[in-house]
């Protein structure tokens, strides 16, 4: 059936379809719509028409199960952090800000944000809890276990007037 089909398509059929691949597979390596259509010679948006043909393919005939396109994903996402790295340590404010964006959408494709227990303590009546008049023990002693676990994450109390 796919020999009568690629019989059937036109020379400009086929490379319209070379180019898609391309397409997909620059998008994988992590290439912007606009460094793909500069590379082949297209608009972006002749790109962004390819990319959702490509993936419309993949969706319908279900030859890539979920995990190989989360690991896609994950893959372009990793070169983009690689990618905005030494922004990042000379400390360019547009690549932090970039940085924290795709770590973010990684981080909720994995689904390391989810289930992350938030705590809020208050004092008597709602009011501010008087933590500075308090020694960690104190704090214990009175606020329960969600302290002391906080406190251990943060790392060992060091005392040195007992």
Known sequence: MAVDRDKELKL?????????????????????????????????????RDRKIALRRLWDESCVDTRELVTLS??????????????????????????????????????????VLHIEHTGPDGGPIAVAAMTAGQMIERYGTAIAEALEMDGPETNDTA
Do not use: C, F, N, W
């Open 12 to 48: 400009k059929d086929i490379a319209l379809e070379e180019r898609r691949v391309q397409v997909a597979r620059m998008l994988t390596l992590g290439a912007t719509h606009r460094q793909i259509a500069k590379e082949l010679g297209v608009s972006p948006g002749t790109v962004a």
């Open 74 to 115: 994950k893959q372009r996402l990793e070169v983009a952090i690689r990618a905005l790295m030494p922004g990042v340590q000379s400390g360019d404010i547009r690549d932090i800000e970039a940085l924290v964006k795709v770590e973010a959408r990684l981080a909720k494709m994995l689904g390391y944000d989810e289930g």
